[in-house]
């Protein structure tokens, strides 16, 4: 663009390849000659994050097995590794950038397991240790005898083997007995669920009483102390802890007359089913007999191992955890099937955990209930009237995208764009407004937000309503949002009246590019960009006293009138009059244009006529440094070149002006020497 001020950028240094010293595990690939093992070819096409993964494969097979925080932000394109592992800051630097501030802020869940319990106490370095780090990641890394933050395994026996006081003889699932708050108690540990379900006195019993007795084949530990043997423990009569009193003088089986409510409590109205291994509870102590039993009672045992003994599966096969079968009660209790006892922590555990919004949404909503067949069939011995469900509870729902539950609410606008499952780009689970799609990601469309733009509502411009802006046209998709996302001109006359008409909507023009970014800037309309320098480019350089001159002295169009309104925006449907600037007016570029001869017409007759430039410059009018009197029709020579101009050049009357108005008068003059200086007299006083 003509006009616009070309900036001489500094020439880089030579020297000044590399930002700055490489990362000590990064020390290899110092020198410039390694800068493409990282950095890649110029467009060899190959993000710089697929180079990353190529030595840093633990990370890849983090990723692949959809494990860790790289597999939630890098694996989805949400981040790229040098936004975290920026390099570069010198060869103590840590290469690793916490968005939080620090490890010790950085919200564990990100990385698939929450920290809970003493676990959130724990030093991060404590658990990051080189005898943890035994998973497949280790193994792939290269960092091999150090800390490092992967390859830790998350079942509790990949750190806490050597504290199992068990000695193997339980399952690992420490987590089914124990919570991560401490070890010494066992507050999920449910010995209903064990193979002796504890009732009656036995409830009142302390735990060493039976696991810590003489009469079981305990070890000691390091100290000498025995430790309790939890598994096995006989337990199938009551001759294996409590002494006979009968002194085998009747049955062995004490449970055919007692209770554990108490030894001297005898049932004598008939069987207690609470003496058998599956004790009654909830709402099975309403049922009767027969359908457990059969009409006669035949069936004298029948399964119960799960609830499947006896009931349908609600869920229709679904019903897993972890990818694993799981009985009924593992979200449901005996009391009732509804309402379910799975939460929203338990969630987190499935492949689309619970945040946000959707923790308050109801079950029902995403796992509807069909009606099951009328076919399905009866498990194991249970009868027809509990083996039949009148509905199916689906588990298992289309997908875990947003698009598997929620409509496009855009209407479709960004189909070609963004695919439907990546509605986390703009929005988040907190609520679908406002949008996360802020200044920065705008950058990178047709627009970014600058000056003025960034503090607009999002609505003013995109909108089902546009106060002051051009209506949406009959074509144009808004979606449930009423939000227009395509179809938005980025140029500023779309939005703004064009008080130049159009002229320098041309590229190539005076404007550059065809827009008014050429001469405007987003901060706002008034100044104009053009200064001094770009004013050079155009027909009249601004040189000298010119260069203090105010546009509106010779743009007249650009003065405001004394007394008007402070101008309000200028939007194509703003509802006011905008003063048109075209600048087409023609300008003269001579002196006489702008300013008034005082030498009047003296020098009419001259070649060159009233030609200011031949005499005066642009930095002041007096002297008149390109005057040269050597050229003019009497040469100063002699005595005549130390003679003051007024010495000749008197102030003499304007004739037709007023009174008292004089001017310089320079021609006609006469060169001879008796019209100045007299024989007797010597030289004449002016």
């Given at each position: 663009m003509t006009g616009i001020l070309s900036l001489a950028l500094p020439s880089r240094l030579p020297g000044q390849i590399s930002p700055g010293p490489l990362a000590r595990p990064h020390a290899?690939?110092?020198?410039?000659?390694?800068?493409?093992?990282?950095?890649?070819?110029?467009?060899?096409?190959?993000?710089?994050?697929?180079?990353?993964?190529?030595?840093?494969?633990?990370?890849?097979?983090?990723?692949?097995?959809?494990?860790?925080?790289?597999?939630?932000?890098?694996?989805?394109?949400?981040?790229?590794?040098?936004?975290?592992?920026?390099?570069?800051?010198?060869?103590?630097?840590?290469?690793?950038?916490?968005?939080?501030?620090?490890?010790?802020?950085?919200?564990?869940?990100?990385?698939?397991?929450?920290?809970?319990?003493?676990?959130?106490?724990?030093?991060?370095?404590?658990?990051?240790?080189?005898?943890?780090?035994?998973?497949?990641?280790?193994?792939l890394s290269e960092r091999k005898s150090s800390a490092g933050w992967v390859g830790l395994e998350r079942d509790c026996m990949a750190c806490h083997e050597s504290d199992d006081v068990h000695d193997g003889a339980l399952a690992a699932t420490c987590e089914s007995c124990h919570d991560a708050r401490t070890w010494d108690t066992a507050p999920t540990f449910d010995h209903d669920k064990a193979d002796y379900r504890l009732d009656g006195k036995h409830t009142d019993v302390a735990c060493d009483k039976c696991h810590l007795t003489p009469r079981l084949k305990t070890r000691t530990n390091a100290k000498g102390e025995p430790v309790p043997l939890f598994k096995p423990v006989p337990f199938k009569e009551c001759a294996s802890c409590h002494a006979d009193p009968h002194k085998g003088r009747l049955s062995a089986k004490c449970s055919e007359c007692h209770v554990t409510r108490g030894f001297e409590v005898i049932d004598q109205k008939g069987f207690n089913h609470a003496l058998t291994r599956y004790p009654l509870k909830g709402a099975h102590v309403a049922v009767a007999c027969a359908p457990c039993h059969g009409n006669a009672l035949a069936q004298k045992n029948p399964p119960f191992t799960s609830c499947a003994s006896c009931h349908a599966d609600a869920h229709g096969g679904e019903g897993t955890?972890?990818?694993?079968?799981?009985?009924?009660?593992?979200?449901?209790?005996?009391?009732?099937?509804?309402?379910?006892?799975?939460?929203?922590?338990?969630?987190?555990?499935?492949?689309?955990?619970?945040?946000?919004?959707?923790?308050?949404?109801?079950?029902?909503?995403?796992?509807?209930?069909?009606?099951?067949?009328?076919?399905?069939?009866?498990?194991?011995?249970?009868?027809?009237?509990l083996a039949r469900s009148a509905k199916l509870v689906r588990l298992k729902v289309a997908g875990t995208q947003c698009a598997g539950c929620h409509e496009d609410a855009h209407g479709s606008q960004l189909a070609s764009r963004v695919p439907a499952a990546t509605c986390e780009a703009c929005h988040a689970v907190a609520g679908f407004a406002p949008s996360t799609f802020g200044i920065v990601a705008h950058a990178t469309l047709r627009l970014p937000l600058e000056g003025m733009h960034a503090t607009i509502a999002c609505a003013a411009c995109h909108g089902a309503e546009r106060p002051g802006l051009p209506a949406w046209g009959p074509s144009q998709s808004l979606g449930s949002a009423k939000v227009a996302l395509t179809g938005v001109d980025p140029s500023c006359t779309s939005c703004h009246v064009d008080p130049h008409a159009g002229r320098y909507s041309r590229p190539g023009g005076a404007a550059g590019d065809g827009s008014c970014r050429g001469c405007h800037g987003s901060d706002r309309f008034r100044p104009s960009l053009v200064d001094v320098t770009v004013h050079a480019g155009y027909a009249l350089p601004l040189e000298g006293a010119h260069r203090a001159v105010p546009c509106v002295a010779c743009h007249e169009g650009m003065a405001v009138a004394p007394g008007a309104p402070t101008p309000r925006a200028s939007l194509v449907r703003g509802g006011r009059p905008v003063a048109s600037l075209p600048f087409s007016e023609p300008l003269p570029r001579t002196c006489a244009t702008c300013h008034e001869t005082v030498h009047g017409d003296q020098f009419a007759g001259r070649p060159g006529g009233a030609d200011c430039a031949s005499c005066h410059a642009v930095d002041a009018f007096?002297?008149?440094?390109?005057?040269?009197?050597?050229?003019?029709?009497?040469?100063?020579?002699?005595?005549?070149?130390?003679?003051?101009?007024?010495?000749?050049?008197?102030?003499?009357?304007?004739?037709?002006?007023?009174?008292?108005?004089?001017?310089v008068l320079y021609r006609p003059l006469s060169a001879t020497c008796e019209s100045c200086h007299t024989a007797r007299n010597g030289p004449r006083s002016h």
């Open positions: 290899s690939l110092e020198g410039a000659a390694n800068c493409v093992k990282c950095h890649g070819l110029k467009g060899a096409g190959s993000p710089m994050t697929q180079v990353c993964l190529q030595c840093h494969k633990e990370i890849g097979w983090l990723m692949q097995q959809q494990r860790g925080l790289h597999a939630r932000e890098v694996r989805v394109g949400k981040k790229e590794c040098a936004s975290c592992h920026p390099d570069h800051a010198g060869a103590d630097f840590k290469m690793v950038e916490w968005a939080e501030g620090s490890a010790t802020r950085f919200d564990h869940r990100k990385a698939g397991w929450s920290l809970e319990g003493k676990h959130g106490e724990a030093k991060c370095e404590s658990c990051h240790a080189t005898k943890y780090r035994t998973g497949q990641a280790a193994k955890l972890g990818g694993r079968w799981a009985d009924c009660a593992a979200c449901h209790r005996v009391e009732g099937f509804a309402p379910s006892t799975f939460t929203v922590a338990q969630h987190r555990a499935t492949a689309y955990p619970l945040e946000g919004k959707h923790e308050g949404v109801k079950c029902a909503a995403c796992h509807p209930s069909t009606k099951a067949p009328a076919s399905q069939a009866a498990p194991g011995g249970a009868t027809q009237s007096a002297p008149a440094p390109r005057f040269d009197h050597e050229r003019a029709s009497f040469s100063l020579k002699g005595a005549h070149a130390t003679v003051a101009c007024a010495g000749c050049h008197k102030q003499v009357p304007v004739n037709g002006a007023p009174v008292g108005t004089t001017r």
